[in-house]
């Protein structure tokens, strides 16, 4: 029962971000980021957003990565796991991800540490992708 009011608070506490009003979009994304990361017991949680004039999914909210990395970090939708997410549009599930052939390495967020992957993708509705909601564990 503890679990299902776990899932329950963090639902909430995501519904409660989502209706603020902020003019600061990196700041609502940390919030996100550190929600979930939090709510799920996870040492990172990024989302990766979808740059439709770059084509490219661009990483902009991390809890976990190094935060420098905010900003720079970025791939096409063919390129790692990340991409692969949006590629099937499902969830990618992935129990060590340095072994997965999609991987792909970006030494500058020190990921490297990280080996479990769930990725899955963030969608405005039922319309065209946003992005994609990245959990990594040691």
């Not at 935060?67 to 549009?89: A, H, I, Y």
């Not at 899955?120 to 990594?136: E, F, H, I, S, T």
């Amino acid at each position: 029962m503890s679990a299902n009011k776990d899932r329950l608070a963090l639902i909430e506490h995501l519904s409660l971000i989502g209706s603020e009003h902020s003019d600061d979009l990196r700041e609502t994304l940390d919030r996100v980021a550190l929600a979930i990361a939090t709510g799920m017991e996870a040492e990172v949680c990024s989302l990766y957003l979808f740059d439709p004039q770059r084509e490219r999914l661009v990483l902009r909210a991390t809890v976990g990565l190094d935060r420098e990395s905010v900003g720079k970090v970025s791939m096409r939708l063919s390129e790692g796991l990340v991409g692969l997410v949006l590629e099937k549009d499902e969830p990618v599930c992935v129990p060590d991800a340095i072994s997965h052939p999609r991987y792909k390495y970006f030494p500058e967020t020190g990921e490297e540490r990280f080996h479990t992957f769930l990725g899955v993708p963030v969608r405005d509705g039922r319309k065209k992708p946003l992005g994609v909601l990245v959990a990594q564990t040691l």
